[in-house]
């Protein structure tokens, strides 16, 4: 069969390798739509795992082959079912389960999904082997829906299970920062619990459809937030301590707002400030200027800071004091699976208008590229096979 190997660093070939053996209580699955996400961009970009390797996890197919004995669960499968993967699921046992942090589980951290090679996803290859441990996390696609958005059931999930964070109420405020494929899932889910969504992006483009999406107002800064001047922080940090007792850093200058924004705000909030803001983008002054615009006690989430050991500067008085919570969210979370699939399939969340380009598999780097450089036209990326119907 035909599948795209990552080889090295930003090498990427299409390549010829053995349809995948299934063993008991697995599937065979023919791949139809595969998603371009950016936690794959980052592996490829950055050789972050050795080679080689074949990507892709936002899977969707039909089912071809059924391993023997097929046993709960795989029998509640049969070969031309539509299915859509998740290639993460944890063991719902261990210490890290019971706290329902699932991304931090031994057994999620297991991709389950593989074209051949080390497991990495394998939806950029015709055929993928479905192991049996993430086979609570398939999904069958009603017949009125395509694949494609069978596809997007994996980044969905990881935007509600990130929105169940924030501790809010109906006809809160809340910031999403960034309106790529991934904050436009946010404004959409926030919109339909109830809460008042501010969008900002600075691609016009895609403010029009935050405003579909059902944000309550949306602005386009005129630039990105800047980090405070680098010279001055490295001034202040080569400047002599008073006494070699100082305990204290240098003391951060107030983050940069944006006037209209601020008054944005302070109009839709009656002066509270915001009850919560998510970071979908990875600007680190995004951060700061969301954490003076929160109001006491409110919560900045970050999704989009994956890169780790960047050094940054938060005054964490702002933590402490005025009790706004900096917290995370990262991947999915299975057990909300079904409810994703019925936002999806029912399209209240309509995954449909989301993607924006289509690309063959055999110009998978060319999808990759794209959904690495984001146009003003350009949404989610998909590598499609077959009629991907
Ligand atoms: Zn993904
Ligand atoms: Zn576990």
Do not use: W
């Amino acid at each position: 069969m035909r599948a795209v190997v990552y080889r090295d660093v930003n090498d990427l070939r299409l390549e010829t390798v053995p349809v995948p053996r299934i063993g008991a209580n697995e599937l065979l699955v023919k791949v139809a739509v595969c998603g371009v996400c950016p936690t794959d961009i980052k592996k490829i970009q950055h050789g972050l795992v050795p080679p080689p390797r074949i990507f892709g996890h936002e899977t969707a197919g039909t089912i071809v082959r059924i391993g023997g004995g097929a046993s709960v669960p795989a029998s509640r499968f049969k070969v031309g079912d539509r299915v859509a993967l998740h290639h993460h699921v944890p063991c719902l046992d261990c210490h890290f389960c019971r706290h329902r942090a699932f991304a931090q589980c031994e057994t999620y951290k297991r991709t389950g999904i593989t074209a051949g090679f080390e497991p990495a996803g394998g939806g950029y290859a015709e055929y993928v082997r479905v192991m049996p441990f993430v086979l609570p996390g398939v999904v069958k696609i009603p017949a009125k829906n395509s694949f494609a958005e069978g596809a997007m059931l994996e980044p969905v999930n990881t935007v509600l299970k990130a929105v169940k964070r924030l501790a809010l109420l109906s006809g809160d405020t809340v910031l999403v920062a960034g309106q790529g494929p991934i904050g436009l899932m946010f404004t959409r889910l926030l919109a339909l619990r109830g809460m008042k969504v501010l969008a900002t992006d600075l691609l016009p483009a895609r403010l029009d459809l935050a405003r579909e999406f059902g944000a309550v107002r949306v602005h386009c800064p005129s630039s990105e937030p800047q980090n405070p001047n680098p010279d001055s922080r490295q001034k202040a940090k080569l400047r002599k301590p008073k006494s070699s007792t100082t305990l204290h850093a240098p003391r951060l200058p107030p983050p940069p707002l944006d006037p209209q924004l601020s008054t944005l705000i302070h109009q839709l909030t009656r002066g509270h400030g915001l009850d919560a803001a998510v970071i979908a983008v990875p600007s680190d002054a995004v951060v700061r200027e969301a954490q003076s615009l929160v109001r006491g006690a409110g919560q900045v989430l970050l999704f989009s800071h994956t890169r780790r050991g960047a050094e940054t500067s938060v005054d964490l008085a702002t933590v402490c004091m005025d009790e706004k919570d900096l917290i995370g969210s990262y991947s999915s979370d299975f057990l909300l699976q079904k409810e994703v699939a019925r936002l999806v399939f029912s399209r209240k969340l309509d995954a449909r208008r989301l993607i924006t380009h289509q690309f063959p598999l055999a110009q998978t780097a060319a999808a990759i590229e794209l959904a690495s450089h984001p146009t003003a036209e350009s949404l989610k990326v998909v590598v499609v096979q077959g009629s991907g119907q």
